[in-house]
């Protein structure tokens, strides 16, 4: 159990407006997830001094001893039953914890609405995949606000599945995957938001289950600001009739984020240090997907015939059926020499905002999306599934600060993309549209922006419960 007393700098940005009322957050435990819940919670509580507990799954859980002025209830979860071998697990075990973690979270919840000894709970914040948990609000009569941790745009796509299941548009045909989905501009089917098969399943009813208890709750915070996604906004505005608070992006408020699950290897920053200007391509591909040994291997000798510098995360157990990078074939390590790193894990804030940095390959999750943004990287885009399929379609076509591998990965489309990005005009033009979103972030963020005052009337609002 943390205490819940402030650090020195945390009293001193702290307004304080808060003080004296609590908030209770539930993340969903995965990495993608955790780092923008425990960011929020840490703007709550210096920006408006609100004291924190979160609850979590013992899978997983948060490092406490980051966060000394929060407080953390774990409850049981069976995560650990099952091996997270693959992203459909992921939503199978999500669904099933959405009826197992009934008892426990409202056994806890009542235990801490109960404790007489702390601040009166002002209400609860939880991941929108977390729906059980606005039955459980309700019985307390607690107020409950979803954190959805996704892009807006990807939401509102995932909002009408069985529209897009009623026009014929999945499950997905491989005739029909350049069409455009009229609905969606500009998505074609291929960018359609699925996980896995995309039959009628899992998938579609935690979908269900999200959008019924999302509109069902008090409001809805987004780690997006409002000149990203507009549009998309108005649409949500539209249709979800709650409040919506576009506050992000989060992690800009703090120094690098501290909430990773993993050991960030600091050799990923001394060996930038030695690299030129923005000669660096940074791959990584997040903390979920993963890929044969044959992709693997082409992504490897695009990066080495690229004869660009990079470092590339290859997370342990990324490759299906290897432990670490044994696939490698003997001699590419020399071959490339000083030219490449490899790291199990980075410290990936500061990897892009580092100097040498000039490229960021990804697999489009959301938060890694967003860095590169803050940072004014341009990207390579290689969604695996779901939202990654839609922000990697927004990068290359809306905001056009990436490009896309269309085609899989495959060694001379990869060294391709990386001299277009890297080398070639037209990634110089990327750079200087993505620069001028860095600017739109920076001011979103001050005084007077548009996510500034969406966070004043968050705290508002809570303080009205
Ligand atoms: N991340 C990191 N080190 C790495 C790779 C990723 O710290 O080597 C962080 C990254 O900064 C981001 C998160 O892990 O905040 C990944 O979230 P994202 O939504 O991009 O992808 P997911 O892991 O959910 O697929």
Redesign the pocket.
């Known amino acids: 159990m943390g205490s819940s007393s402030e650090t020195p700098k945390q009293q001193t940005q702290s307004s304080g407006h808060g003080h004296g009322r609590r908030l209770v957050l539930f993340p969903v435990p995965?990495?993608?997830h955790i780092?923008p819940m425990l960011q929020l919670a840490n703007i709550l509580h210096s920006k408006a001094g609100f004291s924190i507990t979160v609850i979590h799954t013992k899978f997983n859980s948060p490092d406490q001893s980051k966060y000394p002025h929060f407080k953390f209830q774990p409850i049981p979860d069976r995560f650990l039953e099952n091996e997270l071998a693959s992203t459909t697990d992921v939503i199978s075990l999500l669904t099933v914890h959405n009826v197992y973690c009934v008892a426990p979270f409202r056994d806890c919840l009542a235990g801490l609405l109960s404790n007489v000894s702390e601040e009166p709970i002002a209400c609860l914040i939880t991941d929108a995949l977390w729906h059980f948990t606005q039955a459980v609000a309700d019985s307390f009569k607690l107020p409950r606000i979803v954190l959805r941790t996704s892009s807006v745009s990807s939401f509102i796509a995932s909002t009408i599945f069985p529209l897009l299941r009623k026009k014929g548009y999945l499950p997905k045909q491989d005739s029909q995957l350049a069409a455009p989905v009229p609905e969606l501009p500009p998505l074609r089917v291929k960018d359609i938001p699925t996980i896995g098969a995309d039959i009628p399943g899992d998938l579609d009813e935690l979908i269900e289950g999200m959008i019924k208890e999302t509109k069902a709750s008090s409001g809805l915070i987004w780690n997006s600001f409002t000149e990203l996604e507009q549009p998309a906004l108005a649409t949500l505005q539209q249709d979800f009739g709650i409040p919506v608070f576009p506050i992000g992006p989060f992690h800009k408020n703090f120094p690098a984020?501290s909430s990773?699950l993993l050991t960030?290897d600091q050799s990923s920053i001394s060996w930038l240090d030695k690299q030129a200007p923005k000669s660096v391509i940074y791959v990584?591909f997040?903390?979920?997907?993963a890929m044969d040994e044959t992709e693997f291997l082409e992504m490897a000798w695009g990066l080495a015939n690229s004869m660009q510098p990079f470092l590339w995360?290859v997370?342990p157990g990324i490759i299906r059926g290897s432990e670490w990078i044994e696939p490698l074939p003997k001699g590419f390590t020399e071959a490339v020499g000083e030219r490449g790193h490899i790291v199990k894990?980075?410290?990936?804030?500061d990897v892009l905002t580092h100097p040498a940095t000039g490229g960021f390959w990804t697999?489009n999750?959301?938060?890694?999306?967003l860095?590169s943004i803050c940072e004014g990287v341009p990207m390579i885009c290689s969604p695996c599934f779901g939202d990654q399929m839609v922000n990697a379609r927004y990068v290359s076509h809306v905001w056009r600060v990436g490009v896309q591998l269309e085609n899989g990965l495959e060694r001379g489309e990869v060294e391709k993309a990386i001299r277009r990005l890297m080398v070639e005009k037209e990634g110089e033009a990327m750079r200087q549209r993505i620069m001028c979103m860095k600017e739109s972030v920076n001011l979103c963020l001050k005084q007077g922006g548009s996510s500034y005052q969406s966070l004043e009337s968050l705290i508002s609002y809570m303080l009205s419960f």
């Open positions: 995965l990495q993608g780092n984020s990773s960030q990584s997040g903390s979920i997907a995360v997370r894990w980075a410290p990936q804030q697999h999750g959301w938060n890694s999306t860095e």
